[in-house]
């Protein structure tokens, strides 16, 4: 900001009184912003949220001086195209549910916009901004109860991944913090398993320097087949990662969705291979399905190459590797069940969207109606529904 005037120097006409001899400085640019052009641009978007419904969708933040801040952006269709754009940074004196809708409502009222517009709900899905009873999510329910409420897939996603890995030992978790708060200066530690062998030597010739506790929890953890967990959870784990990285890219709900079917896909047909995808999987429940022996469940051809090894080392049992392979047949079941529960709304959305979709329309599988859509979103096309359902 500070070097804006330099730009007007020289390059201005020179009829532009004043222009060459501009001082423009941070902070003056920063009054233009939040008192000139701002205000102007919040009137122009509270003039078209007035007359129209759009999506809120918010996320709580604190600043430096641990303000707490809630951010609302807004997501609307002018016509032509879909619109995202920030609306409002408001205070917040509390962030509990109660403060935080008290917030949204009282910004809305003071711009004049009725709550009935607000048809969509977006959050991280964080406990006081969706929680069913007590939360940000449920006071617009009460208030709109044709309200649509969406949690962030990615953390969704997230959230799955730790459930599941409950299921495997506990020191997976305290032996790579252990190990990364020795390496934590410096950026010698890359890739775990590709360094196990190293980093076991490492340590052994370190205890008696370094004679701390975590040391010796170290060398002895790295001792025993947990380079087999973290060999499987990378390839797993990796899967759920790639899915994310797609889904943070795509702003298209079906795509999203389709995306995510195939993730679950994949984890169902780890515990059940054969499962067709052409099945409700978002409603089956996998633990009533035909499950294969968690001894075949496949980690990934990495894992394989070194359970060969181990068992012709002799470093592992065959009951040992049965326990390990049940501890990640549990964990994908687990997250298998999460996904379930975490994602469904969006799944039953996306089912519905597809009556949209532009392929269906000179296609014999053209749908006679959409009801099921105007049912879903009864707001939007209040009135029209016959019309839209014509069109």
């Known amino acids: 900001m500070d070097h804006v005037s330099m730009l007007f120097e020289g390059n201005l006409d020179s009829k532009l009184i004043g222009c060459n001899n501009l001082r423009i400085k941070q902070k003056e640019i920063c009054r233009i912003i939040t008192q ?14 007035k007359t129209r419904p759009f999506s809120l969708m918010l996320d709580e933040s604190s600043a430096v001086a641990i303000t ?14 879909i619109v995202t ?15 935080l809708f008290n917030t949204i409502t009282t910004k809305l009222i003071a711009d004049g916009i009725e709550l009935k517009n607000v048809v969509g709900f977006a959050t991280d ?18 208030a709109n109860p044709d309200i649509f409420v969406s949690k962030c897939i990615c953390h969704v996603l997230h959230l799955c991944a730790n459930k599941g890995i409950e299921e495997l030992p506990c020191q997976l978790e305290d032996l790579a913090r252990d190990i990364f708060t020795y390496f934590c200066s410096s950026k010698e ?37 947990y380079y087999l967990y973290y060999t499987g ?38 515990v059940s291979p054969g499962t067709p995808k052409t099945a409700d999987l978002w409603q089956q429940d996998v633990s009533q399905m035909t499950l294969t022996m968690p001894q075949s469940l496949y980690l990934g051809i990495e894992y394989m190459r070194k359970e060969k090894a181990c068992l012709q080392q002799g470093k592992v049992i065959i009951s040992e590797l049965n326990m390990l392979k049940k ?6 079941l687990t997250t298998v069940k999460t996904l379930q529960t975490k994602a469904a709304n969006q799944h039953l959305t996306a089912n ?21 859509l105007l049912e879903r979103f009864p707001t939007i096309c209040q009135g029209k529904e016959q019309q839209t359902d014509d069109q």
């Open 125 to 142: 899905g964080a406990i006081v901004m969706t929680g069913a009873h007590n939360s940000v999510a449920s006071r617009f329910i009460a």
């Open 327 to 332: 501890r990640f047949f549990n964990m994908i």
């Open 36 to 49: 000139d052009l701002g205000p102007c641009f919040h009137g122009e978007l509270v003039t078209v949220l």
């Open 85 to 99: 754009t920030f609306y409002a940074l408001c205070l917040v004196a509390e962030q509990n549910a109660e403060s």
């Open 189 to 225: 530690l890359d890739k775990l398993c590709e360094q196990w062998d190293d980093l076991t030597d490492y340590f052994q010739l370190l205890v008696p320097e370094e004679k701390l506790a975590s040391m010796e929890r170290v060398v002895k953890e790295l001792k025993n087949l």
């Open 68 to 81: 707490k801040l809630l951010a609302l952006s807004v997501q609307f269709y002018d016509g032509k195209n």
């Open 233 to 270: 959870l990378s390839y797993w784990l990796g899967k759920i990662t790639e899915a994310n990285v797609v889904l943070q890219g795509n702003t298209d709900l079906l795509k999203s969705t389709t995306n995510l079917f195939y993730l679950l896909h994949a984890l169902i047909s780890a």
């Open 352 to 372: 519905e969207l597809q009556l949209l979709d532009s392929s269906l329309t000179n296609s014999l599988e053209r749908p006679v109606s959409c009801f099921a």
